[in-house]
């Protein structure tokens, strides 16, 4: 199936701990994505890489590192969690500015 | 940095009847302006996007209008069924830097 994935679904974790979520696309995409929606549905982008280059930091804790080792994957390693870390993090993909397609969501619950 | 502002932001409208929702930009830059769905527990879908060299764009029953004097866009859902309840969401986008609006959360009653 041509589609955004990301793994895993589902994430509870405790506050102090390191994890990673992975996204992959095989859309031939150039330009891959990090959003974070919150418990009000708000879509804020935290990340965006273009042929593997950053090119969007928002203002986002340090504690977020993105990775993306070829134009197909996007990865989102988050270290020393916090209880306001807990949302649903999209990972999408899009050729140049155009649509993005979004993956199906990582629900990340710190306690 | 781009602001987007949507209204409303929940619409309880009856099957058939149709649905509209505002937005309005700030950055006379922009130009990409999507509109995403999104059912319960489901990714954002794309369903409808207009660049700002066109001012109307329709789809069956989903239409799009762009005013770019006054930085605002509307999406147009007519002849509405149960299943076009969901959160909308409208974006605004310069040089990959898509921002969203809060969403409205529409329901169709039976």
């Known amino acids: 199936d041509t589609a955004v994935s990301q793994t895993p679904k589902y994430l509870v974790t405790q506050m102090g701990n390191d994890k990673s979520i992975k996204c992959e696309q095989n859309l031939g995409h150039d330009t891959m994505y990090w959003y974070k929606q919150d418990s009000k549905k708000f879509l804020k982008i935290m990340f965006s890489?273009?042929?593997?280059?950053?090119?969007i930091n928002e203002t986002v804790p340090n504690r977020f590192s993105p990775k993306s080792p070829d134009k197909a994957h996007l990865n989102l390693h988050i270290n020393s969690l916090e209880l306001g870390d807990s949302a649903v993090y999209f990972c999408?993909?899009?050729?140049?500015?155009?649509?993005?397609?979004f993956g199906p969501g990582t629900r990340l619950t710190v306690l | 940095g781009e602001n987007v502002e949507q209204h409303p932001s929940t619409l309880s409208v009856q099957e058939g009847d149709s649905a509209v929702i505002k937005c309005t930009y700030s950055?006379?830059?922009?130009?990409?302006f999507p509109w995403y769905k999104q059912e319960l527990g489901k990714r954002p879908q794309l369903i409808i996007d207009?660049?700002?060299?066109?001012g109307e764009k329709k789809d069956q029953r989903i239409a799009v209008t762009l005013n770019k004097t006054a930085k605002h866009f509307s999406l147009h859902i007519t002849e509405t069924q149960p299943e076009d309840s969901a959160v909308y969401f409208c974006?605004?986008?310069?040089?990959?830097?898509?921002?969203f609006g809060a969403g409205t959360t529409v329901t169709v009653r039976a």
């Open positions: 950055d006379s830059a922009s130009n990409y």
């Open positions: 974006a605004a986008s310069r040089v990959h830097k898509l921002s």
């Open positions: 999408a993909s899009s050729q140049d500015d155009g649509g993005r397609f």
């Open positions: 207009i660049r700002s060299n066109v």
């Open positions: 890489y273009n042929n593997k280059e950053l090119i």
